[in-house]
């Protein structure tokens, strides 16, 4: 991935995190405005999502987006709103996150 297609996934990264976080606003405590602002901001998210899929195709661009999502989610639900993840769960996350690298860097470790 290039310079500016990493700079791109980070962006739609920040977007979709402060959509999630938005989110999780909104279920604490339910707003139209709320809504509408985590309807755009996934909206955003996902258009930068588009122009990535075109540049480096569907499998890496979301996988790669995923698991940088899912482990950037979790911080927060942990660290700001105080969630908790059982043993499972977090073994969930270890996998996934070890399931998309293998997905992403698979070609390049078989040499293709």
Known sequence: ???SGAILLGLSTAI???AATVAKYWALGP???KLVLAL????LGNLIMLKLVRDFGMSISFS???VIQLVAVNVVALA???ERLTSL???G???AIVAVALITLGPYLQGR
Do not use: E, N
Not at 40 to 43: E, H, Q, R
């Open 80 to 82: 700001f709103f105080s």
């Open 31 to 33: 707003s139209f405005g």
């Open 16 to 18: 979709f995190l402060l």
């Open 1 to 3: 991935m290039s310079l």
């Open 89 to 91: 769960q977090a073994t």
């Open 93 to 95: 996350i270890v996998l």
């Open 40 to 43: 755009v901001l996934y909206s």
């Open 64 to 66: 790669l987006s995923a």
